[in-house]
């Protein structure tokens, strides 16, 4: 059964620091996905990570994928306000089913 | 393109009456929908896969006779939960599979409180 981890939890970082968000999993997938959701809102689709040494950027943040290791990285950097939000990782099973992260609730103070 | 849309966005209804929510993708034709569950702070859990013309498949621990889903049409999917319970509370998001099946494009959710 494929379980995903994401760490930290909780993030609360000053405007200008860099940052990254780790998320394991646990059996071999070909496609693990970042999203964004802010509060009350639904899934905001970031990244989609298809091959093993991926590596795509917008803006501030950039994710990679490391598929020998079943491990992805979101780093954030000089991070900004707007950038408060939980973020979240998905990998997908080999049903085409995703699971879901336990989210990343990152905080921007100036 | 690739919208996917959710009515009602947000429900309030009292604990025994039966709700539906629909999620219809909008310029896209989608065999396969999900229905996914988040209760606050939590992360997102996979109710049932849902295929159009067939019967949905649910995830362990889902009951299929109280989370009825119905894929009628290639644009069309609903959710109807029955006999509702304040338990029954959540926001629930569908997504749809696009052609390559590589992406899936999230609903902005419904809000379902049940007093």
């Known amino acids: 059964e494929l379980k995903v981890e994401q760490n930290p939890l909780f993030l609360s970082m000053q405007e200008g620091k860099n940052y990254t968000i780790y998320c394991n999993y646990s059996?071999?997938?070909?496609?693990l996905y970042w999203y964004r959701q802010d509060p009350g809102k639904s899934l905001e689709s970031l990244f989609v990570?298809?091959?093993?040494?991926a590596v795509k950027q917008e803006g501030r943040l950039m994710a990679s994928l490391d598929t020998k290791a079943r491990l992805s990285t979101l780093h954030i950097t000089a991070a900004v306000h707007d950038l408060s939000a939980t973020y979240f990782c998905?990998?997908?099973?080999?049903?085409?089913?995703?699971?879901f992260g336990t989210g990343t609730r990152l905080q921007v103070f100036p | 393109g690739a919208v996917v849309s959710q009515h009602p966005s947000w429900v309030i209804c009292k604990s025994g009456t039966s709700v539906k929510i629909e999620c219809r993708s909008l310029?896209?034709?989608?065999?396969?929908m999900f229905w996914y569950r988040q209760f606050p702070k939590q992360s997102l859990m996979l109710m049932a896969t849902?295929?159009?013309?067939?019967?949905?498949?649910?995830e362990q621990g889902v009951e299929k006779d109280k989370f009825l889903i119905n894929h009628a049409s290639l644009t069309l999917s609903t959710l109807t939960v029955t006999s509702a319970h304040p338990e029954d509370s959540s926001f629930y998001i569908c997504?749809?599979?696009?052609?390559?099946?590589?992406?899936?494009?999230f609903g902005p959710g419904t809000r379902l409180t049940v007093t």
């Open positions: 990570l298809l091959s093993n040494g």
């Open positions: 059996t071999t997938s070909d496609r």
């Open positions: 997504s749809a599979e696009g052609t390559s099946a590589r992406e899936q494009y």
């Open positions: 849902s295929n159009e013309g067939s019967k949905a498949t649910y």
């Open positions: 310029d896209f034709q989608a065999t396969t």
């Open positions: 998905a990998v997908a099973d080999n049903t085409d089913k995703l699971i």
